[in-house]
Every structure is written in C-alpha cells, then in structure tokens.
T-cell receptor
Framework: AQSVAQPEDQVNVAEGNPLTVKCTYSVSGNPYLFWYVQYPNRGLQFLLKYITGDNLVKGSYGFEAEFNKSQTSFHLKKPSALVSDSAMYFCAGLSGGYQKVTFGTGTKLQVIP | EADIYQTPRYLVIGTGKKITLECSQTMGHDKMYWYQQDPGMELHLIHYSYGVNSTEKGDLSSESTVSRIRTEHFPLTLESARPSHTSQYLC?????????????FGPGTRLTVL
C-alpha cells in the first residue's frame, strides 16, 4: 500500500518570510514524489518532482522540496513567500510498482501581506 | 500551460438529467484520469484509462461511466444526475509510468445538481 500525508490543513505565513508545507509518505520501494499547486477555480499545476539523486529538488516559481529518506518526508519550501503563493498545495506519490498516483489531502497556504 | 481542456466549466442541472462532461488533450498522452474534488478537499480518483479501449474504476466508487474511443478524448457520463453528484470534476493526463507520471490537469468542471 502507498499513502501520502499532509499533516497541516492550513499554513499561514507573512509575506517575505520563508514557508514550509509538510508532506510525509509511505510507499514500498523507491518513491516518486510530486508537489502540485491549485489556485481557486483552477486545476492542479505541477511544481516539482523527486525521482532519484539529489535530495534537494528545485521547481517552478522559486519552490524547492527536500527529500528525506530517514524521515520519509518531502517538505515543500520557499525562501521568501509572496501573496500570490496563496493557494492549495497537494503532495503526491507513487512507487515503481504502482500505476496510480496517491494524493495527499492538501494544505491551504495563506500568505499575509 | 497544459493542453488539456474540459467543457463545460460550470454546469447547473436538475435531478434526473443525463450529463456528459468532456475532456480532451492534445499531448498524445496514453493515460487519462477523472478525479472528484469537493471544495477545498482532497482528490478522489474515480476513473482512469491506460489507453484506447481501456477504462478502470478508481479508488472512490462513482455512479458515472467513462469511455476512451480516441486517445485524446475521455468523456465522463452521469445517466441520472442527483444532488449528491454536486462537486468539482478534474480531468488529467500523463505520459506513462513511474517517473514519467507527471499529471497535467484541466481547469475542471464544477457541477451543481439541484
């Protein structure tokens, strides 16, 4: 079985401060992990993914994520938050043996001006 | 911007009506998906397809049906809409397996059944 957890329903951060959106995973085998963002009344947009190799993955809009195998985590980060980053963020994952991606429950990021 | 389209974007319809939600992609992707998403909540996979003439039910049971006659087209049909079907429906596609399985999403159809 595979699962992805996002422990925070909502994260509030002041504009200009660093932000972190948390994700933990449970998959058998080597994990493939993704982050997607969803703006209001839109579909999801791909931000970044981890396949293998470098634990720090850089993605769109200045976001990055750190893969930590010992903690089974894949937290999304950005050094300086923008008000326009306010959106829903979804972590997703699968292992090589699975053909379907599993999505987390989503975290609402609110960046306060 | 992903080349995946959904129509209509918004639909308000009465109970008992038959509806079809359209989804098309121009990227030549083999895999396509339908998700149901309630406002501000997680995505539930309701249908997916590996390619033409392939359809599978997802993790969440749904009264809807799908077809995949052409690679680019993956419509979802509700034979008799009910208020419990009110939700946002997201269509997605992807290239293939494993590391290639980045999904590209359409803008969604927000369905309201009165």
């Amino acid at each position: 079985a595979q699962s992805v957890a996002q422990p925070e329903d909502q994260v509030n951060v002041a504009e200009g401060n660093p932000l972190t959106v948390k994700c933990t995973y449970s998959v058998s085998g080597n994990p493939y992990l993704f982050w997607y963002v969803q703006y209001p009344n839109r579909g999801l947009q791909f931000l970044l993914k981890y396949i293998t190799g470098d634990n720090l993955v850089k993605g769109s809009y200045g976001f990055e994520a750190e893969f930590n195998k010992s903690q089974t985590s894949f937290h999304l980060k950005k050094p300086s938050a923008l008000v326009s980053d306010s959106a829903m963020y979804f972590c997703a994952g699968l292992s090589g043996g699975y053909q379907k991606v599993t999505f987390g429950t989503g975290t609402k990021l609110q960046v306060i001006p | 911007e992903a080349d995946i389209y959904q129509t209509p974007r918004y639909l308000v319809i009465g109970t008992g009506k038959k509806i079809t939600l359209e989804c098309s992609q121009t990227m030549g992707h083999d895999k396509m998906y339908w998700y149901q998403q309630d406002p501000g909540m997680e995505l539930h996979l309701i249908h997916y397809s590996y390619g033409v003439n392939s359809t599978e039910k997802g993790d969440l049971s749904s009264e809807s049906t799908v077809s995949r006659i052409r690679t680019e087209h993956f419509p979802l049909t509700l034979e008799s809409a009910r208020p419990s079907h009110t939700s946002q429906y997201l269509c997605a596609s992807s290239v293939g397996w494993g590391a290639k399985d980045t999904q590209y999403f359409g803008p969604g159809t927000r369905l309201t059944v009165l």
